[in-house]
């Protein structure tokens, strides 16, 4: 037996030695974790890094430079893994080899360990550098929020909720503006918010606050409430890409004339309807007609903007979000078709954004985030929009970067699955 604080006698090392050797000579590589697809697929985006790289070189590209930007995360880390994976393949190698003497067997037997493991950190990283960017993701985005179940107490959450986010984009230097707020008053002194949308503009605010898109819901006593009951209401949290007033080829797609375009809007199928506007404002409310209201006549959105007094002004909002809400239709509509096809081939599915995603509880101070599985007893931190909801939010990416992973993987092998039959 070997007491704490002896000297490890030398046969013990020679014995842990021989241990760590056996291990590693009966158990394969970890190349093996990056299937030979995921290996393929690296390989071929480093090979178009490289090339449109040096096509940079001779004449500058807006969309050429913004794709080489997000390959070069791929190429970096495909040849991190292979210097890594070629490392631990010689001291495999050495260790294998009978004829390796005695002293260079024992300091790879030290090494293979860390080199393992280091090898193990760059395979993640490179599968994680092969999910695809989000086609909206470097786009600023519209922030919607509309109280659902819970009546009153749902409406005073939803203000909790526009405060938050308006704080958070403040922290990160995104400036947060509004492009409509409804509200009613309450019985206190908090107005009740019974919808907003907030554009944040900002590179990338849209793949930033993705993540936030969903069902939150909120479990407190209300200010009403007589018998201490807690109560459960629920806001839904939609986040939509914010477009330019006109369609550009740095949008990644042909811009707002190409019928293909998850963009496109045909005006044709756009009913637009003024009207005066509706609520407080004294007498350019009764006599003005600055209210408009679109209608997309395939789909029945609808779209009604009034907070602004110049009808124009109005128009060009409401087909701004018009727009977006029918682009992200658009986009998730093709996801569940890619969904269904893996539920049915994999058995992975996907959660929508009407899947109830974040609890709010006042009386334990608790902030549970339902997909990343992320609990923090730091709820007024997260309110303010602080460091607690970046905790959060990067808990919950890295939660859809797993899944896109999974995605991924099952589309390789269907798609080995189809070559083979």
Known sequence: MIRLGHAIPRHYKVIARCWRLTRFLTTPSNSSSLSPAFLSRARAIAIEHTKLSQQLTQSY???????????????????????ANNSLTELQHLLADPSTDAELRSLAADEITASSLALDQVTARLKTSLVPIHEFAHLPCLLELRPGAGGSEAALFAGDLLRMYQAFCKRHGLRASMLKLEETEGTGAESQVQEAVLEIEGEGAYGTLRCEAGVHRVQRVPATESKGRTHTSAVSVLVLPSFPSSGSEEMGQAGFNDPESDYYVDPKDVRTDVMRARGAGGQHVNTTDSAVRLTHLPTGT??????????????EKAWQILRARIAQARREAREEEMAQLRVSVLGIAKMGRGDKIRTYNWGQQRVTDHRSGI???????????????????????????????????ADEEAMAASKAG
């Open 61 to 83: 590209d807006v969309k050429v430079a913004r794709k080489v930007g997000e390959l070069n995360s791929t190429s970096v880390a495909l040849a991190d893994w292979e210097h």
């Open 302 to 315: 609808v779209v009604a903007i009034q907070d602004s007094r110049s009808q124009p002004k109005n128009r």
């Open 375 to 409: 609990t923090l007893h730091h709820l007024d931190d997260v309110l303010e929009g602080g460091p607690g909801l970046d905790e959060v939010m990067r808990s919950v990416r890295s939660w859809m970067t797993e899944r896109e992973l999974e995605a991924l993987a």
